[in-house]
């Protein structure tokens, strides 16, 4: 069975020190990756899409950066974090052209001082 | 770009009432729809799903939802909640091409359930 792994589950930054948030999947191959960011009253926020090997798009303009080393790796960066950055980080995958769901990780709190 | 709406984003109601979550999307092609539920430190996990056939969907945990196409509607109900329904339910709508199936994510409804 696919699984989805996310981490860490917390982490808390100082303003201006670099992030990297990974995300791995298992049992599947070629998935389409996604980062979330979920704050409160305010839903699911697209940050990142991938459908394949160092395919990037991003959706919304930010101090972040996504980038997919390998089929099943998905990771969140920065190089110099802002306060806004604080916020609660979900990745999910889904198989490329099917009308199959979403699947999410854990997520990652991510606070920011 | 496709738009989701929920609203009344808090709901506080009494175990055995009733629920309807309302779920209005923007775009009238053809769409895949989803809830999700979020219990209290948990992850996110699919409640139901319609991609096309019977408009009107059940999920699990005695959950439904139906299918208005000329309302652009995708309503969850349950007829009798409980304590352990006390979760986070986005709507979300495909809004991207076949092959990245990017979702649009309401920005979801609070509920309490009090026992």
């Known amino acids: 069975s696919q699984t989805i792994h996310q981490w860490p589950a917390t982490l808390v930054q100082p303003v201006g020190s670099p992030l990297s948030l990974e995300c791995t999947v298992e049992?599947?191959?070629?998935?389409?990756l996604y980062w979330y960011r979920q704050a409160a009253g305010r839903g699911l926020q697209l940050l990142f899409y991938?459908?394949?090997?160092?395919?990037i798009s991003s959706e919304v303009p930010q101090n972040l950066s996504a980038s997919r080393p390998q089929d099943r790796q998905f990771i969140l960066s920065s190089k110099k974090l802002l306060l806004s950055d604080s916020g609660f980080y979900l990745c999910?995958?889904?198989?490329?052209?099917?009308?199959?769901?979403?699947?999410f990780g854990d997520g990652t709190r991510l606070s920011i001082l | 770009a496709q738009s989701v709406s929920q609203h009344n984003h808090h709901v506080i109601l009494s175990e055995a009432a009733s629920l309807e979550l309302g779920c209005n999307y923007s775009?009238?092609?053809?769409?895949?729809l989803f809830w999700y539920v979020q219990y209290p430190g948990q992850h996110l996990q699919l409640l139901l799903k319609y991609f096309s056939g019977d408009p009107l969907v059940k999920g699990i945990k005695g959950f439904e939802a139906e299918f208005i196409k000329s309302k652009f509607s995708f309503n969850l109900r349950k007829p009798s909640v409980q304590w352990s329904d006390t979760a986070e339910y986005f709507c979300a709508v495909t809004s991207g091409d076949y092959g990245n199936n990017r979702l649009a994510f309401g920005k979801g409804n609070q509920v309490v359930v009090i026992p």
């Open positions: 999910a995958w889904s198989v490329p052209y099917s009308n199959q769901p979403q699947h």
């Open positions: 991938s459908v394949g090997i160092g395919q």
């Open positions: 049992g599947t191959s070629n998935p389409n």
């Open positions: 775009y009238g092609g053809t769409v895949n």
